[in-house]
């Protein structure tokens, strides 16, 4: 399947022309000319990089930067005429993966496109499919963020941290139980309800969670 390149750039003709040299590269565009719209999009687009125009009208390039990636690890290369941007745009609060000074040869930017596609294909290869941060109380499946209640993160941790181990409802409970005292059966069962429907959100047509029927809940992904 080929990847899905979205294209946020205000001045007319150059989205067009990149548009142009991104789909004859083989690659599917879709194209945003003002910062707000691109930033509702963003979420359905299910791009597999974006090209981002540091200044547009409505929401500039850089918020849009840093609002998708506290959620997604998407690549993103940016787009600027400052070259003293260039710095702030790839440090660690804004998150950019790449950048093109304007103005600039669309062909340098198919290639850097190429280019970062390649990497993140083989990082993906490479990277486990559940990521578990403890410190920050994150955990995110294929490199997507899941949105998570305390209890949700605390019975997923654990049952990630031992992938195949089955958990008794009365281990999940004790584990939930540790952020609050009210926490009955009936409830590790809709906990895992939701984990489950986030989960297959997040990677679709997987189970991760399995009912070991007796016995309780075993995590592999
Ligand atoms: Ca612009």
Do not use: W
Request: glycine share 6%.
């Amino acid at each position: 399947m080929s990847a899905h390149i979205v294209i946020v750039e205000d001045e007319p003709e150059l989205a067009a022309l990149v548009a142009d040299y991104v789909r004859a590269a083989g690659y599917s565009a879709a194209v945003f000319h003002d910062g707000g719209a691109a930033l509702d999009a963003i979420p359905h687009e299910n791009a597999d990089l974006l090209v981002l125009d540091l200044m547009l009208p409505g929401v500039d390039g850089l918020t849009i930067c840093k609002t998708v990636r506290a959620t997604s690890n998407v690549p993103i290369v940016m787009v600027t005429a400052r070259v003293e941007e260039v710095d702030r745009l790839l440090g660690l609060d804004a998150g950019a993966d790449d950048y093109l000074c304007k103005p600039f040869s669309p062909r340098e930017l198919v290639a850097r496109i190429r280019a970062i596609l390649r990497r993140a294909q083989a990082s993906s290869a490479s990277a486990p499919p559940i990521q578990v941060d403890t410190a920050a109380r994150r955990i995110r499946v294929h490199g997507q963020q899941l949105d998570l209640t305390p209890t949700e993160f605390t019975i997923l941790a654990a049952m990630a941290a031992h992938p195949g181990q089955v958990f008794s409802r009365a281990r999940l409970l004790d584990l939930a139980n540790g952020d609050s005292l009210d926490v009955t059966d009936r409830a590790i069962d809709s906990h895992i309800k939701n984990l489950r429907r986030k989960l297959s959100a997040a990677a679709p047509g997987v189970e991760a969670i399995h009912s070991i029927y007796g016995l309780g809940y075993r995590f592999d992904l």
